[in-house]
């Protein structure tokens, strides 16, 4: 899952950027309005996570501009700015969330996977493909019970996956789903975190969850 | 609670009615007054008439009174009196009027015989039982004598010596029922008129007040309405009368006093809340994230920086709140020395060089070396030092920073110039404000707008005025003019600056 961090104090970026990653989610992260603005209309983001008191463009103008502009991706406002009017009124202006600060990063994590699954219009945390058991919220994934441990990348690249079953993915857009907007890896890393999942994944004598549609790319059944 | 309206009906129409009750008694009163005296003329005439009847003859009181003449002694339908009587109490004659009716027959009008001198009247019960009037006059009757010639002359009938001095007593009386009417319809007349009079004052008075004070009922319905949640409405009441007019002018200036001081209330609530508890969320969210994966060596130490930046940061928020809070009590001590202005800008200048360095910023002191202030040196070092810090943060890279002194009208003054891009016109208001910032997402944690706060706050203790300026070609000047009065003081025993600004290590600036 991808997510945009708008927000104007460095040290919170920084270590909302390493919770998140942490959490399997590639994070991009702006400093200001505008490049909030210019990364939400380039990408693709499951989640945008957008400060209020921002320098150039504020929060509100962002969410106004990508609202009318079409973008649907789901928008928590995280503002020190507590009061109802300014929490009704970003919620009246197209945001799906809003959080107040200080607040707590389990907090925010639970909010913003509940953005994705409503993407995704999956109202459980759990995915099921087959044998297999996806926990979304404690991000583990278990095989007729029997825990599997997979990589960071190799997680998200499943859930991703399995989030949009049926449907097929270029490397190169599990790349810039995958990954930070601006990391520098290579198409190679797509190949290599497919074949460390099916290894984990599949069972012997049972059909393929991972599969390959030659010149066009991956999905899941 | 009494209405201003209700007050001023009861002073007007009552007062209008109190003159009016007292206007219709007097008239009532005067009317009635003439009334009766035309009433006595007449009975005084007649009685006049009657006494010229009288006359003396040869030692005889004669009274020549014809009935045919005088008939309404005689009319049964009003009948009038009169008694003629001798001093010595001998009735000489009396209306036929008496004998009209048995029982009268032994009434008499009089009832003294004491002299009179002129006419007197009174009210009196007829002999018919009907109220009337009377009149009584004392004279000497006349004498009829006879001239040489034969001719008949007469003495005046009041005068008294020629004749035997037989003093006689007329007494006329006659009803006064058509007095007593006339005087009932004046009264009558008169309360009615007053009624109607006072019913279409109060009428008058009613929409005299409602026509009056409509300006006044427009003031009250909108101040009535005002409340802390429309704080920018205004009370507009057209064509206002002078009373009025000063009101609304002093009700909208309050409330644009009100305005401001609730705009600024909540500014400074919104900054305290961004500037406090942004460094609270990123704290939280550094404990928690690192708490949560203390493996990651690397992220866990630049976590402990990020902690210890938002520790000062939040330090120096507290140190400058709790210095404006000292300085607000005023209890906060002076010690006045004589300063070198030049030596205290260049000693607030050096600890913010390297910093002007990297922005290309060009630093020109043109600060008379002889230009002394009267005042407290740490603190006129800190307010130049804040003031300094601004210069530096704000002003755009490879522009002047220029300080220089002035005296202008015998006073002396400081000034301090840059640059300052986004810097608008109506700032100028509020950028003494607590933690104002023109950036108003409060990008950063080093500058949290309490700078100036501590500027103005040293500037009223100093008793130093400030004053700033815009130019259009967004020049900014703030000018910090002498405590003294102005005269440029002998610097040779002066007190030198030792240390470069040190209030909480770090000096806030805003812009």
Redesign the interface.
Same mark, same amino acid.
């Given at each position: 899952m991808k997510i945009l961090v708008v927000e104007?104090?460095q040290?919170?970026l920084?270590?909302?950027g390493?919770?998140l990653s942490?959490l399997g989610y590639a994070v991009d992260l702006v #400093?200001?309005g505008e490049n909030g603005l210019a990364f939400a209309e380039t990408y693709d983001y499951d989640v945008i996570v957008l400060d209020l008191?921002?320098? #150039?463009l504020?929060g509100l103008e962002v969410l106004q501009r990508l609202r009318a502009r079409g973008r649907g991706t789901h928008i928590l406002i995280l503002s020190?700015?507590?009061r109802v009017e300014d929490r009704v009124n970003g919620l009246r202006l197209g945001a799906d969330d809003y959080l107040v600060?200080?607040?707590?990063?389990?907090e925010l994590s639970a909010r913003i996977q509940a953005l994705v699954r409503r993407r995704y219009q999956a109202k459980s945390p759990i995915l099921r493909l087959g044998p297999l058991e996806i926990d979304t919220a404690s991000k583990q994934v278990s095989r007729r019970g029997g825990p599997l441990h997979l990589t960071p990348g190799e997680y998200r690249l499943l859930e991703f996956l399995a989030y949009q079953r049926g449907r097929v993915f270029s490397q190169e857009q599990l790349l810039e789903h995958l990954h930070q907007s601006d990391a520098d890896v290579s198409s190679n890393v797509v190949e290599v975190l497919v074949s460390g999942l099916r290894r984990k994944i599949h069972a012997r004598g049972q059909p393929p969850i991972l599969r390959t549609r030659r010149g066009f790319g991956y999905f899941v059944e | 609670m009494r209405s201003l309206r209700t007050r001023l009906f009861v002073y007007v129409a009552g007062g209008a009615a109190l003159l009016i009750l007292l206007a219709g008694v007097g008239l009532t009163w005067t009317m009635a007054a003439w009334l009766q005296k035309e009433f006595d003329r007449g009975l005084e005439a007649k009685a006049r008439a009657l006494v010229a009847l009288t006359e003396e003859e040869d030692g005889r009181i004669e009274f020549d009174f014809e009935r045919e003449h005088m008939p309404e002694f005689g009319d049964p339908a009003g009948p009038e009196y009169f008694e003629l009587w001798l001093a010595d109490g001998a009735l000489i004659a009396r209306s036929p009027s008496f004998d009209l009716k048995e029982e009268t027959r032994r009434g008499t009008l009089i009832r003294t015989l004491d002299p009179a001198i002129t006419p007197e009247f009174h009210d009196l019960r007829l002999p018919d039982g009907r109220w009337g009037r009377q009149i009584r006059i004392d004279f000497i009757p006349r004498v009829d004598t006879e001239d040489a010639q034969g001719e008949t002359t007469e003495a005046p009938a009041s005068a008294a010596a020629p004749s035997s001095g037989r003093a006689a007593t007329l007494i006329v009386a006659r009803e006064r029922l058509r007095l007593d009417a006339d005087l009932r319809r004046l009264t009558v007349g008169v309360v009615v008129f007053a009624i109607a009079f006072m019913v279409a004052l109060a009428g008058l008075t009613q929409a005299a007040l409602r026509v009056g004070l409509r300006s006044l009922d427009r003031l009250t319905r909108q101040v009535r309405a005002l409340d802390v949640t429309a704080l920018g409405t205004r009370v507009e009441v057209e064509a206002p009368p002078r009373e009025i007019a000063v009101v609304v002018e002093q009700v909208n200036a309050l409330l644009d006093r009100l305005e401001a001081g609730f705009k600024r209330e909540r500014r400074l609530s @919104?900054d305290i !809340?961004?500037e406090l508890?942004?460094p609270? !969320?990123?704290?939280?969210?550094?404990c928690?994230?690192?708490a949560?994966?203390p493996e990651?060596r690397v !992220?866990i130490r630049?976590?402990f920086q990020?902690a210890r @930046?938002?520790a000062l940061q939040m330090e120096r928020i507290v140190v400058h709140l709790l210095m404006l809070a000292r300085y607000d009590e005023g209890r906060e001590q002076i010690h006045t020395t004589r300063v070198r202005v030049a030596d205290v800008v260049e000693a607030a200048w050096k600890p913010l060089a390297r910093a002007a360095a990297a922005k290309r910023l060009e630093y020109r002191q043109q600060i008379s070396p002889t230009l002394c202030f009267d005042t407290d040196l740490d603190k006129f070092q800190l307010m130049v030092a804040n003031i300094l810090a601004n210069a530096v943060a704000y002003s755009p890279p490879g522009t002047t920073v220029l300080c220089a002194s002035d005296q202008t009208d015998g006073r002396s003054s400081v000034s301090f110039t840059n640059r300052a891009e986004n810097l608008e016109p109506q700032d100028l208001a509020v950028m003494f404000d607590r933690l104002w910032r023109k950036?108003? !997402?409060?990008?950063?944690?080093h500058n949290v707008g309490l700078g100036l706060s501590l500027v103005r706050a040293l500037a009223d203790l100093l008793a130093i005025e400030i004053v700033t300026r815009l130019e259009p070609d967004q020049t900014f000047r703030i000018t910090l003019c002498g405590p003294d009065d102005g005269q440029n003081r002998n610097c040779a025993s002066t007190s030198t600056p030792q240390a470069p600004v040190p209030p909480g290590k770090a000096v806030p600036g805003k812009k």
């Open positions: 104007d104090s040290r919170l920084r270590s909302l390493q919770g942490k #400093g200001d008191m921002l320098p #150039g504020s020190a700015r507590e600060k200080p607040f707590a990063f389990d | @919104s !809340a961004h508890k942004t609270v !969320a990123e704290l939280r969210n550094l928690e994230v690192g949560r994966w990651d !992220a630049e976590f990020d @930046s938002i950036d108003e !997402a409060r990008t950063g944690g």
